[in-house]
């Protein structure tokens, strides 16, 4: 995925343009409508990933609606003045577009909604989704500087609400708190070392979506060539632990015999990983469980990278 490259973006006829796509690729029996009244819907945002996000939860919705139905795609101005009227307590005051996507689907159980934009989790069967579609656009959303929320009760639907910043001249923007600012990468570049495919692939695609450079290796040792050919290139190593040929932490014991100290996110699928206690006192070393969260990668990888 090519860098991010913002600029002012009309949301209205650009969505009346993807509906046309969508219409094209999904099934007739769904019937698509775009709503909106009198406003300004002009964003700061690149194009093809607001694409990507359409399209996302547009397949999304079709899926959750096997015997069709209607989905909407809606536009509506927002104006928060401060924490008593904002649609979402974190959402700081200022100018939004709010874009909703409604489906008349089967609905999303209760106690699935927490997990639906983590990494690889998916409610569909084998081979029918990675589960990398809603991650995709929690990524897109907040690179843009913005919000999602979910709503859905089962067998009554599904609307996905996300809020942007509306995009207006630079002297007349209101200050945005300075602990309001997303903390994402400068293209800082980080290498991924996991030997699963489907895992790897969604690693990426959320630092990608985060802003940082990533190289991938499908084991220790392939990851331990790239680290050794050139280590000053690497800002922060993320490696399963158990792989192939050389796990994760036989990888870190190897850079330190070379006298190499990279910061590394470790990942493993055991709850209880009593070999990662070796790294307890190491600054440079955390652990995270597998499945991983998107909140938690933000959280560590923003975290170490301050570190380094």
Not at 53 to 76: E, K, S, W, Y
Not at 124 to 139: F, N, P, R
Request: without cysteine.
């Amino acid at each position: 995925m090519p860098f991010l490259e913002r600029r002012p973006l009309d949301f209205l006829p650009f969505l009346k343009e993807v509906v046309k796509l969508l219409e094209r690729t999904v099934v007739e029996s769904v019937t698509i409508e775009v709503a909106y009244q009198a406003g300004q819907f002009v964003v700061n945002a690149d194009p093809t990933r607001m694409q990507q996000m359409i399209m996302n939860l547009a397949l999304n919705a079709r899926d959750a609606m096997p015997r069709g139905g209607r989905l909407q795609f809606a536009l509506a101005e927002v104006w928060v003045n401060g924490p008593n009227d904002a649609p979402l307590a974190e959402i700081p005051p200022g100018p939004w577009v709010h874009f909703s996507v409604t489906d008349e689907g089967n609905g999303i159980p209760t106690e699935v909604l927490p997990h639906i934009f983590d990494p690889f989790f998916t409610t569909k069967g084998a081979g029918q989704g990675t589960g990398l579609g809603l991650a995709q656009v929690w990524g897109i959303v907040k690179q843009h500087d913005g919000y999602i929320d979910v709503a859905s009760h089962p067998g009554a639907g599904t609307t996905f609400s996300i809020y942007l910043p509306a995009h207006i001249p630079e002297k007349n923007i209101p200050s945005r708190p300075a602990d309001a600012a997303l903390k994402f990468g400068s293209q800082e570049k980080i290498l991924v070392v996991e030997d699963d495919p489907v895992a790897r692939q969604a690693l990426v695609d959320s630092l990608v979506a985060m802003n940082y450079q990533v190289r991938t290796a499908k084991n220790g040792r392939e990851g331990l060539d790239i680290l050794v050919a050139d280590p000053a290139d690497i800002s922060l190593l993320i490696s399963d632990v158990i792989m192939p040929e050389m796990g994760g932490i036989q990888l870190i014991h190897e850079l330190r015999e070379l006298g190499l100290v990279t910061h590394a996110i470790l990942l493993t699928g055991h709850s209880h990983a009593t070999e990662l206690d070796q790294f307890l006192a190491d600054p440079s070393v955390e652990w995270l469980p597998k499945p991983v969260s998107l909140e938690q990668l933000v959280s560590v990888v923003t975290s170490m990278l301050a570190g380094v």
